[in-house]
């Protein structure tokens, strides 16, 4: 009995340690991506013997020489094996002594590549299938190879490794991969991709892909597995200032109160002075929180409950980020215009002018389209003039949030760098976003005042409402005798959130005036001694 | 939680460095609480399996040191073991869980069973009507289930948030683009979204968090000596008052259930796997998937992705 607990326990630790690796397959329409997979899973005898007995079976077979077709594995949808293309996303699991995977079998039909951004959104590595043969009848590579590639770059995704599929029907020559591999890397080094690998295989015959090819001896590279299980794996994201986006205020009872979130970038530590965004607030960690007992820190990807020293004001969608005092280097870019890379994905193309849902880390907001400022033609990567986005198509787009977001350049943060687009009548996911940077332009007609404070001035209170309403901004007054003074402050921030300017007319106590400050930043306009005219300009309505 | 290996000699100075486990574990947890954050009125599907005892100690770490936020929901087909009711109601007190039991008694009353309407029926009427009608009483609009991907084929190709419309309906051919963790929970009034946390679990995965977390789950799962009768050939498990069909014989093997529905579809399985460790081992052994013993899975090719297009979880 003792020695089977200690062998199962020395199991359960070389089983808990294994890394997890998540790679996903790209590529062209039928190039071979689901049975590349299928043969990965078959011969690492991941498959079970009644699901291989299901696929035998299968009144469809699209697989050449008599093999069973092992695309059946994973296009699992009745569509997909009535039309013979992979639709949308599948996802497989196996592991060897090695590593675990999870792999992300994505369609290659260029009408479903909003899926296979959906597979790669997470991928550490990239599997891009190239037809050997396709290659030599079309003397180039595909356009929607191309495309993927480029998807895959902008995904971040840090390794890419082609997979030059099909040997066997070019009779496994080493000019035809030669050529491929020169034409792959010439395009992935003009996408600034650091780590490109390229193998020879067949998905049919199983060449290279879990075991050496007998048919290829020019060849001395990995196999596809061995690629897989060698490629080194990025450290979890301890780099990088922390980044705390808050999901969820925890009040179990009147005792306590924490912010639930994930670590989404650098490390959080108890005793740690950190700075809630917007509030700009400071205070400490109190305690890191978790089930399984309290953590001196934490990092990405754990989800943890942050007690705080101070009651300060902070809810979801705000964030937790090093203290000033390490200096603004530290700091998320906190602003409402700034560039991302689109990639287009619904039928009803982005227009330049209309607005948009968008999700950045737990925050929602409204975002309008300011410009497109290039489009890229995927061939050619040239830079095109465009005022629409058709789907599938990726352009750099200026993007203006009626509420600041936190956020960091995509290229340094997966997790803060990214959001997607939401259609907010019809709720399709109909964009997803690669932040590049703020804008320069940043602030060129001015943000939205989330106050304007007109004490005894409740005239110019209306007079700003109507101007800034005519000029499409949204504003209310907040003076009706139904909102007491004591919710004044909330009533203003819900609206500051909702992109909404509250005018009020009413004198704000000192300690108001200061928790309106907390969350409005400079977004404040007192028109204590001012002119009309010039309270007017300061709330954005005359030039 | 099994420790972390530190990455750093000074392990105060740096995180721990996850294991996969725990890798999952904060995953899950992010789609509860983010769930949570959005929805009106989530529910937890709880069927009493080894799954939902997995998602359940998610949901208590997600929210810890609160409460679970959301009901629990067990569809009941009234087919269910006795020792899965048992250990439901006792659970769900233990941890101070609001449970929610719904049953199609008018479906049930009519003698609904799988005998003579077959698998794909009784479950459209027992789970599937049940389901929606649960989900439509209750006004939920978001509900977690416990599936995994790995296990089916159709599984597969879900994504975490699985869109429904009024109808409860999954369209299979139109789901919503679901970039990193960033989910889309947006609905009009009469839609809803299933919430699948467990998404990127493996069989094994549940297994060993179970291990390792202590988690209990109901003795079925554990092999015994145990009556049963063989029917279209299967082991099914024998309990008074199941009426025995001619040739029919009660005798007792050691069995366990590997995966738990309902009494007369989930076969047996012979095995000496008494303790979680040696069902761990037995696992790795196995070349057959654990749906294989559920006679709903494979009436017909495509059967699972019908169902679920129909509302099933
Ligand atoms: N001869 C040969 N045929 C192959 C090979 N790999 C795949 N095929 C065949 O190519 C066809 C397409 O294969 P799939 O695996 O479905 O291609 P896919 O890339 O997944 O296609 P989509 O997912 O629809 O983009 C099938 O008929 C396969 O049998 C190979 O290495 N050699
Ligand atoms: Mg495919």
Redesign the interface.
């Given at each position: 009995m003792g020695a089977i607990a200690t062998d199962f326990q020395d199991f359960l630790e070389a089983h808990l340690g294994q890394e997890l690796l998540r790679f996903t397959t790209a590529g062209s329409v039928d190039d071979g991506k689901s049975t590349l997979i299928g043969r990965l899973l078959h011969d690492t005898k991941s498959v079970y013997e009644d699901q291989l007995a299901a696929v035998k079976k299968s009144r469809v077979n699209r697989a050449a020489n008599g093999h069973v077709d092992l695309s059946l594995l994973t296009d699992g949808l009745k569509a997909e094996r009535e039309q013979g293309i992979t639709i949308d996303v599948a996802y497989r699991y196996f592991s060897t002594s090695r590593r675990k995977f999870i792999i992300a079998d994505t369609p290659g039909h260029e009408q479903y590549t909003r899926n296979m951004a959906t597979g790669a959104s997470t991928a550490d590595v990239a599997v891009v299938l190239i037809d050997a043969r396709a290659y030599l009848r079309e003397g180039k590579l595909l356009p929607q190879s191309r495309r993927h590639t480029y998807i895959a770059s902008l995904l971040g995704i840090p390794h890419v490794v082609a997979a030059v599929n099909k040997m066997d029907l070019v009779g496994y020559s080493e000019e035809t991969f030669r050529a491929i591999r020169a034409e792959f890397v010439e395009f992935s080094t003009q996408l600034g991709l650091k780590s490109v690998t390229v193998i020879p295989v067949s998905a049919l015959e199983g060449d290279n892909v879990v075991s050496q090819s007998k048919a290829m001896p020019w060849y001395d590279g990995p196999t596809l597995l061995e690629f897989l299980e060698t490629v080194p794996l990025a450290e979890a994201g301890h780099d990088g200032p922390l980044r705390f986006p808050v999901q969820l205020v925890q009040r179990p009872d009147a005792n306590f109160r924490g912010f639930a979130g994930q670590v989404a970038r650098g490390v959080l530590r108890a005793g740690d002075r950190v700075m809630a965004l917007p509030s700009r607030r400071e205070t400490t960690v109190k305690r890191i929180v978790t089930w399984d007992g309290d953590l001196p820190a934490a990092a990405y990807p754990q989800s943890v409950t942050v007690e705080l020293e101070d009651e300060i004001d902070l809810s979801r969608g705000e964030m937790l980020v090093p203290s000033s005092s390490v200096g603004e280097l530290a700091l998320p870019s906190i602003a409402r215009r700034f560039r991302a890379m689109v990639v287009w994905m619904h039928e009803q193309p982005l227009v330049v002018g209309r607005t948009y849902l968008v999700k950045h880390t737990t925050r929602t907001a409204r975002a309008t389209v300011k410009a497109i400022r290039y489009r890229v033609d995927v061939g050619s990567l040239e830079h095109q003039q465009a005022d629409r986005l058709v789907m599938n198509e990726i352009a750099e787009v200026e993007l203006e949030t009626n509420l600041p977001l936190f956020f960091d350049a995509y290229a340094e943060s997966r997790t803060t760098g990214s959001l997607i687009l939401i259609d907010g009548l019809t709720n399709a996911t109909v964009g997803a976003a690669m932040i590049v940077g703020a804008s320069e332009s940043e602030g060129a007609d001015g943000e939205q005042a989330a106050l304007v404070l007109v004490a005894g001035r409740a005239e110019l209170a209306e007079r700003v409402r109507d101007g800034m309403e005519a000029r499409g901004k949204r504003a209310v007054i907040v003076d009706d005798p139904l909102i007491p003074i004591e919710s004044l402050v909330a009533a203003i921030r819900a609206l500051s959130l909702a992109g909404v300017t509250a005018i009020s007319a009413r004198s704000l106590s000192v300690n108001e005036l200061e928790q309106v400050r907390g969350f409005a930043e400079g977004r404040i306009v007192l028109a204590e001694s001012l002119e009309d005219d010039e309270v007017l300009r300061l709330s954005g309505v005359e030039a | 939680?099994?420790k972390t290996?530190a990455?750093d000699i000074d392990?105060?100075?740096?995180?721990a460095?996850?294991?996969?486990?725990?890798?999952l574990?904060?995953?899950s947890?992010?789609i509860l609480?983010?769930a949570?954050?959005e929805f009106a009125r989530p529910v937890m599907l709880y069927s009493i399996g080894k799954d939902s005892s997995v998602m359940l100690r998610l949901a208590?770490?997600?929210?810890?040191?609160?409460?679970i936020p959301f009901p629990l929901l067990h569809v009941d087909t009234s087919y269910k073991f006795p020792e899965m009711i048992t250990f439901r109601d006792a659970y769900a007190k233990e941890i101070g869980a609001e449970l929610i039991v719904h049953r199609n008694e008018e479906a049930i009353a009519a003698g609904a069973n799988p005998y003579t309407l077959g698998t794909q029926n009784c479950c459209g009427l027992l789970k599937t009507r049940s389901l929606l009608d649960a989900l439509a009483e209750g006004g939920f609009d978001a509900a977690f289930g416990g599936a995994r991907?790995?296990e089916?084929?159709?599984r597969?190709?879900e994504?975490v948030y699985s869109f429904r419309d009024s109808a409860g309906q999954w369209d299979?051919?139109n789901?919503?683009?679901?970039?990193?963790?960033?989910?889309?929970s947006?609905?009009?009034k009469g839609e809803s979204i299933r919430v699948f946390p467990l998404?990127?679990w493996?069989e094994l995965d549940i297994w060993?968090y179970l291990?390792?977390e202590k988690i209990p789950i109901v003795p079925l799962y554990f092999a015994k000596e145990r009556p049963l009768i063989v029917r279209g050939g299967q082991m099914t498990l024998y309990h008074d008052g199941l009426k025995l069909l001619p040739g029919e014989e009660v005798r007792s093997e050691k069995v366990r259930m590997r995966s738990l529905g309902c009494l007369p579809c989930t076969g047996a399985m012979k095995s000496e796997a008494d303790t979680l460790?040696k069902i761990?081992?037995e696992l790795l052994t196995?070349?057959?998937?654990e749906r294989?013993n559920r006679a709903i899975d494979?009436d017909e090719?495509?059967s699972m992705?019908s169902k679920k297009r129909e509302g099933y979880f």
């Open positions: - | 939680m099994t290996t990455l392990s105060t100075l740096l995180p460095r996850l294991n996969h486990l725990q890798a574990e904060a995953e947890i992010v609480r983010e949570v954050a208590q770490k997600a929210f810890y040191p609160g409460k991907r790995d089916e084929k159709s597969a190709k994504r299979p051919k789901q919503r683009p679901e970039l990193w963790s960033l989910y889309n947006r609905l009009r998404s990127n493996t060993l291990y390792a460790p761990i081992e196995f070349r057959r998937s294989e494979h090719e495509g992705e």
